[in-house]
């Protein structure tokens, strides 16, 4: 199987008389969940700005649609998803966010 082609099946039952009709066809996409983004995100500060970059990571077989950015929280312990500066899961393309200093305070 190719990563990113649809295949399709059907079963046909077997016994001493023959062969049943076949099964309704059910369709099923080769692909899997991406890869983690490699290596690790990079940050660059600028100005007022925290600029975070990441690289494409390998799609599974299906195209990326989008990504999720998440801050640690100051109990160094839980992560939150940044979506007021950075909400790119709607932009597949996107390989950076800009996040304002002031709200990392």
């Known amino acids: 199987m190719t990563e990113g082609s649809t295949y399709q099946f059907k ?6 008389y023959g062969f049943s009709v076949s099964s309704n066809t059910v369709s099923i996409l080769a692909a ?10 990079t940050t660059t500060w600028i100005s007022d700005n925290v600029i975070v970059s990441w690289s494409i990571p390998d799609s599974g077989g299906s195209p990326i649609t989008g990504y999720k950015v998440f801050l640690r ?7 939150s998803a940044d979506l007021a500066d950075c909400d790119v899961t709607t932009s597949p393309q996107s390989t950076s966010c800009t996040i304002p200093v002031q709200s990392l305070r």
């Open 11 to 16: 079963i046909e039952a077997r016994n001493l």
């Open 73 to 79: 929280e100051s109990d160094d312990l839980t992560y």
């Open 32 to 41: 899997q969940v991406p890869d983690q983004p490699f290596p690790a995100p």
